[in-house]
């Protein structure tokens, strides 16, 4: 049987029912697009080779433990690990400045020297995203909670005025919005902490 025509998800599905050219067959097919993403975020060729390394060795772990689950999207899911390695990396590295002091020194001097490296601002946007595609999963009413506290910075007597319910029921629609958030995030393996 040849295995070159099938599908990703055709290709996984074999791989898992013990086909190990599949996965060959699979990297073959996205090594090149994967290294590139990540080279393009670390600038490094050597630190792309270990996190792409890493990449793979994570889609190896989880298909064979069976946990991988067939959305018809494997490529975006290699990429999203492989994004998320890279996050993983510079959250590790993360380097600060070192500030001599003496006599004369004055923190407001030095205020302007830390803006955001090209790391911090990936993480940061990555963060932001995932948030927001969190919110729309929401159901209405805690969406509805969470942005007018959050965003629109109301209190929950406000939210209450505002939505017709009472401050009890306010408050544990926040609640429940942030557990589901929180699940949901784990369960797709987001990492929202900076």
Known sequence: MSFNNLSDNELVAA??????????ILMSRHQQK???????LVKDKSLTDDIFQDT?????NTLRSGTYRDEGKFIQWIMRIAHNLVIDHFRRNQRFPMIKTGDDFDIFDILGNCDE????????????NDVKKLVRQLPEDQRRVLVMRHYGDMSFKEIADKTGVSINTALGRMRYALI???RIAEENEMILNY
């Open 180 to 182: 589901n958030m929180r």
């Open 34 to 40: 994967v290294f590139n993403y990540i080279l393009s």
């Open 117 to 128: 490296s090209v790391e911090q601002k990936i993480i940061k946007t990555q963060i932001h």
């Open 56 to 60: 793979f060795i994570k889609v190896v």
């Open 15 to 24: 791989y898992m029912q013990g086909h190990k050219q599949c996965f060959e």
